[in-house]
C-alpha cells in the first residue's frame, strides 16, 4: 500500500519498493520514538518533497554526507564548498576521481550524486559561506557542516543562532556538526539558542602545536623547527611580501631544502618532504572509514530529525576508534557566558596592573576565546583597533597604558576581530 | 644557512625556487594520494593493505558501504561472492547499483565496477554463486579459506555458524568479521584465535627514559656535571633528564640508595630539585618538577606486558614470530647482565635546551637503545636459532620500540558467547543496553533462520528470486523476546533494555537503512584495516551499535 502511495506522487523517479528499507522505519513508530510522530505518507512526503537541506562541505565528510542524504530520502540538497579538488583527497573523497583535480568541490560532487541517485536535486555553491545572507539559510530546514574548519564553524554557528526569532519557530535550523581526525571524531546536535551551540565547546578542541619563536631562532631541537624556521623566518625574509602558497609543490620544495639545509646545519635529523608539508599546512591525518562513520551518524540525526521517526542524539557522540571502538554519548552543557548563545557577559578578573597588550595577549591565549588580533573598545572610548591604519596609529599609544586607567571596575568592553562572526562582551574586574 | 641575499627581486627569488626545486622531486602520485592515510599507518601498513585478499558475502548496502571504505584506502584485491539478484529495494538502498537499471541483473556483477572505479589499483571479481553451495565442496572451502580476510552481512544464521566453523578449524585461516544490522540497530563479531599488535598507536607518551636506571653514559654526564660551574644561560638549558637523573642519584646517596617513596619524601625530593635552581624562572627546571613522575611511575616491565609474559603460544600460532619475540623481551628483563627492564626505545621528547645539549642526548640515548637492541637480538639468537634468522632488523626493530605497550589479544568462534547462558545473564546485568542488543539480534538471526518470509512482486515471473524480498513478516516482539528468554534461560528476568531492543528491531526486521549501512561500512571497514595492518587494537567481541540513543558498545569479549 505505501509504495503504490508514493508512486501516484507523480514522482516518476521513484519505483516500487524504492524506499522499502526506509520506509519500515517510516511507516511504524518504534519504542522510543515520540507520540508526535505521523507514520506514513505524511512524513515521507515531507522528507522527499518538501524538506530542503544544506550540506557545508563536499569533502571527506561532505561526500559521504550527500551520498546519505540522497539515500535517505532528502531529494532537495544544496551544497557549499570553496575548494577544489586536489589528489591527496582521493583517498576519502569518493565522489572525484583523478580526472576531477582542479574542479570544483562542489560542483564535481552535486553532479555525481545526480546521475547516481536518480530524482535528486542537488545545488552547489563554489563559494564561501561567508558570501551567503540570513535570507539564504533561512529556506532549510536542517544544516549540516563536514568542515575543517574552526573558523567557518564558529561562523555559520553564530550565523545560525542570531537568526533565531522566539516568535518565528521556523527562524530556528537544526545544525548538525561533525568533525574526524584520524581515527578519532565526533558527531553532534546544535539546536541554536536551545543547546550547547558550537561556541560553547570551543574550550573543547586541542590546543594547536605552536613553538616558541626563540626555539625555532635560536635552539632548534627537532626537524619541526627547522621547518618552522624555513616558513616563518626565512620565507619572508628572501621573499618578501611574495605570498606562500601551500598548495604550491615548488613553494614547498624550497622549504624542504632550506628546512633540510638548516637541519644539517645542526645535526638534526628527520627533515622529510612529507613532514615539511604536514608542519606547513597543518596537515590532519583523514580515512574514508571514521569519515564514513561520522558522517553516517549526521546524516542519521539528519533523518530522524526531519520524520520525528526517532529520538535524536542529545547532543553530542564522541568516537576513538584506535584501540578498540570506544565512544561517549553524552549532553554537553550550554553556556551562560557563550558570547554567542549565552547572553552574558564573559567575566574576567585581570590585575590593575596589567597592560592593554597583555591583556589582548591573554585574549589570543584563551581556549574559550581563540581571537586572533582582536580591536577592544567601551562603550564610550576607542582602546586598541588592529585597522585602519589611521585608527590604529592613533590607539596604538594605549596598548602600553594599564586597562584600569581605561575602564573602570565592572565595566565592559566590546571585543571585535575579524575572525570573530560576533562581537565579545568583556566584563572587567580588578585584583 | 641560506645563500640568497636579502636586496634580490621577486624574479630572482622564484628562480631561487625553481632552482632548489629542481633537485628535489615532490612524492609521487601514489604517496600524494595516500598521504593521509600514511600519516597513520605510514608504507609498513600501506604495504599490507596491498597484499591484502578480502572476501565479502553480500553486496547488499552495507557489504558495498564496508567495501568502499577497503578500496579507497588501497587494499590489494576483493571478491563479492554473491548470488542475489538486484531487487529494486536494492536499487534504492545502495550507492553502488547503478540506481533502476540494475534491477534483475545479478547484483555483485553491478556492484563490483562502481567499487573499482574508486581506486584503479584495486583488483575486484564478482562470484555469482551461493556461499552454501561453495561450502559444500571442497573446492569451495578452499576458495574461502584463501582470503586474507572474510566479511559477511547480515548471513543466514546456519551459514554463518558453518562458515566460521570452517575458518574456525585451522589457525592458519582468514579472520571472520560476521556484521548483522536491522534498522537503527546493529553489531558486528571479529573471528579470530588470536591478534599480536606490535603498533598500537595507544601511548603517545615516551617509554621510560631510563632516569632510574640510567646506563652508564647517561649516569656519567649526570653525575659528571657540575652545575655551579655553568654560566646561567647552560645551567638554563641543561637538560631535564639529566636534572632528574643528578638529583635522583644525589637524594639516593643520603638515604640508603633508596628512592624517594612515601608523600613526604616525594615532597622533599621535588624540594631537592627546586634548590637547584639559579633562577626562579628557569624553563628546565619547571619541565624536570613537571616530569617528576617519571621517577613515581617507572615500574621495570608494565604490569599488562609481565603478563604476556606468561601467555603460553597456541603450538600451531601463524604469531610464532611475534611469540619469539615476546619470549625473548622476557629473557632480556631477566638477564643478569642487562639492565633488568624492557629495552631503552631510543625516543627522546623535546625539552627546554640548546641545540648542542639535545643532539648530544638524543646521540647518548640511540647509542645505548642500539647496544640494548643487539643484545635482544643475541638472545634471541640464542632462545631462536631456527626463527631468528627469518625476522627482519625492521621487525625487531619495531617491536622493541613498541615494547612498553604491544598487546594480544584472544578471541573465540563466532556464536561462542551465545551458547553460555550464565555470561549472558550476567553480561545482562552490567552492559543491560549492550546486551540486549546483541541478544535482540541474535533472537531476530535465529528466527530469519527458522522462517525468513518472503514477499514477492508479481510481473516479474522470469526470474524466480527477481524481486523477492525477505521481508521479516514472521518477526514479531514475542518471537524475539522468546528467542532472547532461550538465550539467556528461562528464569532470567529480562529488563527494560531487552523490550527496547526487540522493539525497534521487530519495527523493522530487514531495513538495511542507508545511514546504518554507512555507519557499519566505516566501522567494519576500520577494523578490516587494523586486522590487516596489524596496526592499532582491534574489537574483542561483539560491538554493539544504537543509532537511536547513537551509542556503542562492547560487549562478549575475551
Redesign the interface.
Known amino acids: 500500500m505505501a509504495t503504490a502511495a508514493v508512486l501516484s506522487n507523480g514522482n516518476a523517479a521513484d519505483?516500487?519498493?524504492?524506499?522499502?528499507?526506509?520506509d519500515?522505519?517510516l511507516d511504524?513508530?518504534?519504542?522510543?520514538t515520540d507520540p508526535s510522530f505521523l507514520a506514513g505518507e505524511e512524513v515521507k512526503k515531507f522528507l522527499r518533497e518538501k524538506s530542503k537541506i544544506l550540506v557545508i562541505g563536499a569533502g571527506g565528510l561532505g561526500c559521504?554526507i550527500l551520498?546519505?542524504l540522497a539515500?535517505?530520502g532528502f531529494k532537495d540538497i544544496h551544497v557549499i564548498d570553496m575548494d577544489t579538488i586536489d589528489?591527496?583527497n582521493?583517498?576519502?573523497q569518493?565522489l572525484f576521481?583523478?580526472k576531477d583535480v582542479g574542479q570544483p568541490k562542489a560542483i564535481v560532487a552535486a553532479e555525481f550524486i545526480m546521475n547516481?541517485?536518480?530524482g535528486v536535486k542537488v545545488t552547489p555553491y563554489f563559494g564561501k559561506i561567508q558570501d551567503k545572507d540570513d535570507d539564504y539559510y533561512m529556506q532549510f530546514n536542517l544544516v549540516i557542516c563536514g568542515l575543517d574548519s574552526v573558523e567557518a564553524r564558529r561562523w555559520i554557528n553564530a550565523t545560525l543562532v542570531n537568526m533565531v526569532d522566539p516568535e518565528e519557530p521556523e527562524s530556528l535550523k537544526p545544525l548538525i556538526d561533525g568533525g574526524t581526525e584520524?581515527?578519532k571524531g565526533q558527531?553532534r546536535v546544535i539546536l541554536p539558542t536551545v543547546t550547547s551551540c558550537y561556541e560553547c565547546s570551543l574550550d573543547m578542541l586541542n590546543k594547536p602545536t605552536t613553538f616558541p619563536i626563540c626555539t625555532i631562532a635560536?635552539?632548534?631541537?627537532?626537524p619541526e623547527h627547522c621547518i618552522e624556521w624555513a616558513s616563518v623566518l626565512?620565507w619572508p625574509?628572501?621573499?618578501?611580501d611574495?605570498k606562500m602558497d601551500t598548495d604550491d609543490?615548488?613553494?614547498?620544495?624550497?622549504l624542504?631544502?632550506?628546512a633540510l639545509?638548516?637541519a644539517k646545519?645542526?645535526?638534526?635529523e628527520g627533515v622529510t618532504?612529507?613532514l615539511t608539508?604536514?608542519v606547513v599546512k597543518n596537515?590532519?591525518?583523514?580515512?574514508?572509514?571514521?569519515?564514513?562513520?561520522?558522517?553516517?551518524?549526521c546524516?542519521?540525526?539528519a533523518?530522524?530529525i526531519a520524520t520525528s521517526s526517532?529520538?535524536y542524539?542529545n547532543n553530542y557522540?564522541m568516537?576513538i576508534?584506535?584501540?578498540?571502538?570506544y565512544?561517549f554519548?553524552f549532553e554537553h552543557q550550554k553556556r551562560d557566558d557563550c558570547p554567542v548563545c549565552g547572553g552574558q557577559a564573559l567575566d574576567i578578573t585581570i590585575s590593575k596592573e596589567w597592560t592593554v597588550e597583555r591583556l589582548i595577549e591573554m585574549l589570543v591565549e584563551r581556549q574559550d576565546v581563540q581571537v586572533k588580533k582582536p580591536s577592544m573598545a567601551t562603550s564610550t572610548k576607542q582602546i586598541y583597533f588592529q585597522a585602519p591604519p589611521q585608527l590604529e596609529a592613533l590607539t596604538r599609544p594605549n596598548l602600553e597604558k594599564k586597562v584600569s586607567s581605561l575602564v573602570d571596575d565592572g565595566d565592559y568592553i566590546t571585543v571585535t576581530a575579524s575572525t570573530l562572526p560576533f562581537d565579545l562582551t568583556l566584563r572587567v574586574q580588578y585584583t | 644557512?641560506?645563500a640568497?641575499s636579502?636586496s634580490?627581486d621577486?624574479e630572482q627569488?622564484?628562480a631561487?625556487?625553481?632552482q632548489?626545486?629542481a633537485?628535489?622531486q615532490?612524492?609521487d602520485?601514489k604517496?600524494?594520494?595516500?598521504?593521509?592515510?600514511?600519516?597513520?599507518w605510514a608504507a609498513s601498513g600501506q604495504n599490507a593493505l596491498e597484499a591484502s585478499r578480502i572476501l565479502v558475502l553480500s553486496s547488499s548496502?552495507t557489504a558495498t558501504?564496508v567495501l568502499?571504505?577497503l578500496v579507497?584506502?588501497?587494499i590489494g584485491h576483493f571478491t563479492i561472492l554473491d548470488s542475489a539478484v538486484t531487487?529494486?529495494?536494492d536499487?534504492?538502498?545502495?550507492?553502488f547499483l547503478?540506481?533502476?537499471s540494475s534491477?534483475g541483473k545479478p547484483r555483485a556483477h553491478e556492484a563490483v565496477p562502481l567499487l573499482r572505479?574508486?581506486?584503479?589499483s584495486v583488483e575486484g571479481e564478482a562470484v555469482v554463486k551461493d556461499v552454501r553451495e561453495l561450502l559444500k565442496t571442497d573446492e569451495g572451502r578452499a576458495f574461502v579459506s584463501g582470503f586474507s580476510l572474510v566479511i559477511a552481512h547480515n548471513l543466514r544464521k546456519d551459514t554463518l555458524d558453518e562458515l566460521s566453523k570452517l575458518l574456525w578449524a585451522d589457525h592458519s585461516n582468514p579472520p571472520l568479521i560476521a556484521v548483522r544490522s536491522a534498522?537503527?540497530l546493529a553489531e558486528f563479531f571479529i573471528q579470530y584465535h588470536e591478534r599480536c599488535v606490535a603498533q598500537?598507536?595507544?601511548d603517545d607518551n615516551v617509554p621510560s627514559l631510563r632516569i632510574i636506571r640510567p646506563f652508564p653514559a647517561l649516569s656519567k654526564w649526570a653525575s659528571e656535571l657540575d652545575f655551579d660551574k655553568l654560566d646561567p644561560t647552560e645551567h638554563g638549558?641543561v637538560p631535564f633528564v639529566i636534572i632528574l637523573v643528578r638529583a635522583v642519584e644525589d637524594w639516593k646517596k643520603t638515604h640508603d640508595g633508596k628512592l624517594p617513596s612515601t608523600t613526604p619524601e616525594r615532597k622533599a625530593f621535588k624540594e631537592q630539585i627546586a634548590a637547584m635552581r639559579k633562577k626562579i624562572d628557569e624553563e628546565n627546571f619547571d619541565e624536570a618538577e613537571a616530569q617528576v613522575w617519571r621517577i613515581w611511575r617507572d615500574p621495570p616491565v608494565p604490569g599488562a606486558i609481565q603478563s604476556l609474559f606468561s601467555l603460553a603460544p597456541p603450538s600451531d600460532s601463524p604469531n610464532a614470530v611475534f611469540h619469539a619475540l615476546l619470549q625473548t623481551l622476557n629473557a632480556f628483563v631477566a638477564a643478569p647482565d642487562g639492565p633488568g627492564c624492557l629495552p631503552l626505545s631510543g625516543a627522546l621528547p623535546?625539552?627546554r635546551?640548546?641545540?648542542e645539549s639535545?643532539?648530544r642526548l638524543q646521540t647518548v640515548y640511540k647509542d645505548w637503545a642500539a647496544v640494548e637492541k643487539a643484545k635482544f637480538k643475541e638472545l634471541l639468537q640464542k632462545g631462536f636459532p631456527d626463527l631468528a634468522p627469518t625476522i627482519s632488523d625492521e621487525e625487531i626493530d619495531t617491536f622493541v620500540k613498541n615494547a612498553h605497550h604491544v598487546r594480544v589479544l584472544r578471541g573465540r568462534r563466532w556464536s561462542e558467547w551465545d551458547a553460555d547462558k550464565e555470561a549472558l545473564a550476567s553480561s545482562l546485568t552490567i552492559s543491560p543496553r549492550e546486551t540486549a542488543a546483541h541478544l535482540g539480534l541474535a533472537a531476530l538471526s535465529a528466527l530469519l533462520n527458522k522462517a525468513p518470509g518472503k514477499r514477492c512482486?508479481t510481473g516479474t515471473s522470469d526470474h524466480a528470486s527477481r524481486?523477492c524480498?525477505a521481508d521479516g513478516s514472521t518477526v514479531t516482539v514475542d518471537g524475539l523476546r522468546a528467542e532472547v528468554q532461550q538465550l539467556v534461560g528461562q528464569d532470567i528476568e529480562l529488563p527494560e533494555d531487552v523490550?527496547?531492543a526487540i522493539?525497534?528491531i521487530a519495527?523493522?526486521?530487514?531495513?538495511?537503512?542507508?545511514?546504518?549501512?554507512?555507519?557499519l561500512?566505516?566501522?567494519v571497514?576500520?577494523?578490516a584495516?587494523k586486522m590487516i595492518t596489524k596496526q592499532?587494537?582491534?574489537?574483542?567481541g561483539y560491538?554493539v551499535i544504537d543509532?537511536?540513543?547513537?551509542?556503542?558498545?562492547?560487549v562478549g569479549g575475551q
Request: aromatic share 10%; with cysteine; charged share 20%.
Open positions: 519505483w516500487a519498493d524504492r524506499y522499502y528499507h526506509v519500515q522505519i511504524r513508530p518504534g519504542p522510543r559521504e551520498a546519505n539515500l535517505s589528489i591527496s582521493l583517498n576519502r569518493f576521481r583523478p547516481r541517485v536518480p584520524g581515527f558527531a635560536n635552539t632548534p631541537r627537532l626565512e625574509r628572501v621573499f618578501k611574495k609543490p615548488e613553494h614547498i620544495g624550497w624542504y631544502k632550506t639545509a638548516r646545519e645542526f645535526k638534526i618532504w612529507s608539508q604536514g596537515i590532519i591525518p583523514a580515512i574514508a572509514s571514521t569519515n564514513a562513520i561520522i558522517a553516517a551518524s546524516c542519521n540525526e533523518f530522524k526517532a529520538a542524539l557522540f568516537l576508534g584506535t584501540d578498540g571502538v565512544s554519548t | 644557512m641560506s640568497v636579502e634580490q621577486i627569488a622564484t631561487a625556487i625553481e632548489a626545486t633537485a628535489i615532490q612524492p602520485n604517496t600524494r594520494r595516500y598521504d593521509r592515510q600514511l600519516r597513520l548496502a558501504a568502499k571504505n579507497l584506502p588501497g531487487s529494486p529495494a536499487a534504492g538502498n545502495n550507492f547503478a540506481g533502476p534491477i572505479e574508486l581506486n584503479d534498522g537503527f598500537p598507536h595507544t638549558h623535546d625539552m635546551t640548546d641545540t639535545y643532539v512482486r524481486g524480498v523490550d527496547t522493539g525497534e519495527r523493522a526486521p530487514t531495513a538495511d537503512l542507508p545511514n546504518t549501512a554507512a555507519f561500512g566505516g566501522m571497514a576500520q577494523e584495516i592499532y587494537v582491534p574489537v574483542n560491538c543509532m537511536v540513543d547513537m551509542w556503542t558498545g562492547t
